[in-house]
């Protein structure tokens, strides 16, 4: 189960995310979604254990908070080869970027790390 984190900023490209290991074949739309009820649960599910884990934190501690960081800002375009072809590299931020997670959101298609899903129908 993929569960988004979203923030107040906008940007492009990849997400905040969590992959969890949850579910079963009967929380199953069809072969490549969740039921919306189950992304949803399991999203608030997810806001519980990060707000539990807040909730756990010792006196001296600190301040508990799920938050986005963000180490690149813009692009560079670097020359290869030959003939000259460039391309975009992410140019680095001299100091990481947190945002706060403001919401958590059950993603119904079924997530995989690895950008592949074997099909179960032709």
């Not at 900023?9 to 995310?17: A, D, L, P, V």
């Not at 254990?49 to 180490?71: H, K, R």
């Not at 080869?81 to 992410?90: C, F, I, Q, S």
Request: charged share 15%; aromatic share 14%.
């Amino acid at each position: 189960m993929v569960v988004s984190q979203t923030t107040a900023r906008r940007y492009r490209g990849g997400h905040s995310r969590v992959y969890l290991p949850c579910g079963d074949v009967t929380k199953l739309q069809n072969a490549g979604n969740w039921t919306s009820v189950f992304a949803a649960d399991v999203a608030a599910a997810w806001g519980n254990v990060t707000a539990d884990t807040a909730a756990g934190i010792w006196a001296g501690g600190g301040v508990f908070t799920s938050v986005m960081c963000s180490f690149y800002s813009g692009y560079t375009w670097e020359t290869y080869g030959t003939p000259v072809k460039y391309r975009r590299v992410a140019t680095p931020r001299a100091t990481a970027a947190f945002y706060d997670v403001l919401t958590f959101v059950g993603k119904q298609k079924i997530g995989t790390q690895r950008r592949r899903i074997a099909s179960t129908t032709p």
